[in-house]
């Protein structure tokens, strides 16, 4: 069962996946593949230990988004550190906890299994994917490792022995707070769908119109559908006509047999579920013009508007937009969308930057394991420089450093700017 669930990976990304062409000969099946079958004569392999060996042969594509899973289930579990990290320097500060009760956010990691964080960082690059420490993921590195060298807020050290904890479902953040009676503070943590972020706008309305400054925090976005949030953008632009090149998010969908089954049916389902008729009729059209007219054709260029005119509201009148590199995807062009209005100042860490190759369809098999892919290639890749730095880049970027652990400095800075610009408007 492995082997062919694996071959089928193998001939997706061959064919299907976006990238395929621009990264032909990159990997290297045959070794993956002789794993998989010795464990299997051995009665060797489990679902995990499966798991792991198609994520390391998907890390010769070097594109962050493409994701191989366990779906979860009541007897199939997926396994988290039970904390979060981000390197400064030589350490690995522990920044979230979701399940390890003997950490606190700001202890800091010094070593696993005796080997230094720095070297650490050497051996894994491949899985790193990054230059900058501040926008590495250590998630699935430290997973396979057993004791961790701790120094605790206090200055005390110990080896701890490392513990899978089950993942933590996903919970969604829409919410729009007051922070001071000329301030809104709305995170989104997601676009997954339009009716939820509608719904948000509709009862705040009032304020909205009403509020001179507004934080938008999308430091922890996992993308969706740009269609999502249309409905808030009219509050993004100043009320008067702006014109956006849209020229930059052009692409090619590689539309072959298989890319478009899986799409239409995921269409399919997904209009089942919504209510907003905006969005329902927009992805029908989606459907039909883009995957049933195009199906099987291979690379196509879907013509969309050059520029895309909006005029928006008066309030609020100023906004800052707070951004990392946990924002991706359809998070990705939501902050390139609002660097283009000129009452948004955008502050933090460059965003993910996913959208190289997007527009990810999934596949599954015995409903226990998911691959999810790109089908679309931004056309921008065969103009960009070499080693050009991925993301959408803030205006005013702030570094991480451990202090971010135990104060919100990018929201101190927010407000700092926004009485600024409260006060040259006096």
């Not at 005119?309 to 009148?317: A, D, L, Q, R, V």
């Not at 730095?389 to 202090?403: L, V």
């Amino acid at each position: 069962m492995y082997t062919e669930i694996f071959r089928e990976v193998v001939d997706i990304m061959h064919h299907d996946y976006a990238g395929y062409i621009d990264k032909k000969g990159w990997d290297n099946p045959e070794e993956f593949e002789s794993k998989i079958m010795e464990l299997e004569r051995n009665a060797n392999l489990t679902p995990h230990s499966f798991l792991k060996i198609v994520e390391d042969y998907l890390l010769d594509f070097k594109d962050p988004h493409i994701f191989f899973n366990l779906i979860q289930s009541e007897t199939q579990k997926q396994l988290d550190n039970g904390f979060r990290v981000r390197r400064y320097q030589d350490k690995l500060y522990v920044t979230t906890l979701s399940g390890e009760k003997r950490l606190k956010p700001g202890d800091a990691i010094l070593s696993l299994n005796n080997t230094p964080i720095p070297e650490l960082v050497r051996k894994h690059q491949r899985e790193l994917m990054e230059t900058k420490a501040e926008r590495e993921d250590w998630r699935k590195i430290i997973r396979n490792y057993d004791v961790a060298e701790i120094i605790h807020l206090d200055g005390s050290t110990e080896f701890m022995e490392l513990k899978a904890y089950e993942k933590p479902a996903y919970v969604p953040q829409h919410t729009i707070t007051k922070v001071d009676e000329d301030t809104l503070c709305m995170t989104l943590t997601d676009f997954n769908e339009p009716d939820t972020l509608t719904t948000l706008l509709s009862k705040h309305e009032q304020e909205l119109t009403a509020t001179k400054n507004l934080i938008i925090d999308v430091r922890i976005n996992y993308g969706g559908s740009t269609l999502a949030y249309q409905s808030l953008e009219k509050y993004l632009f100043p009320d008067h006509n702006i014109t956006i090149d849209m020229q930059d998010y052009f692409m090619k969908f590689n539309i072959t047999d298989r890319n478009a089954d899986l799409m239409i049916q995921s269409i399919n389902e997904e209009l089942t579920k919504i209510d907003n008729e905006e969005y329902r009729t927009s992805l029908t059209r989606w459907k039909e013009e883009v995957w049933v007219k195009h199906k099987g054709k291979g690379f196509v260029s879907i013509e969309d508007e050059e520029v895309y005119e909006i005029t928006g509201t008066k309030s609020p009148e100023h906004i800052v937009l707070l951004t990392d590199n946990y924002c991706g995807s359809a998070g990705d062009v939501f902050v390139w969308l609002c660097k283009k209005s000129p009452k948004i100042t955008v502050l933090g860490r460059p965003t993910m930057g996913l959208n190289d190759y997007s527009n990810l369809i999934d596949i599954t098999w015995n409903n226990q394991f998911q691959l999810m892919y790109p089908t679309s290639r931004l056309n921008l890749l065969d103009k960009r420089k070499p080693g050009a730095e991925p993301g959408i880049k803030p205006d005013i970027y702030i570094p991480w450093t451990p202090e971010h652990i135990r104060k919100d400095i990018d929201m101190c800075c927010a407000m700092e700017i926004l009485n600024e610009k409260n006060k040259a408007h006096r």
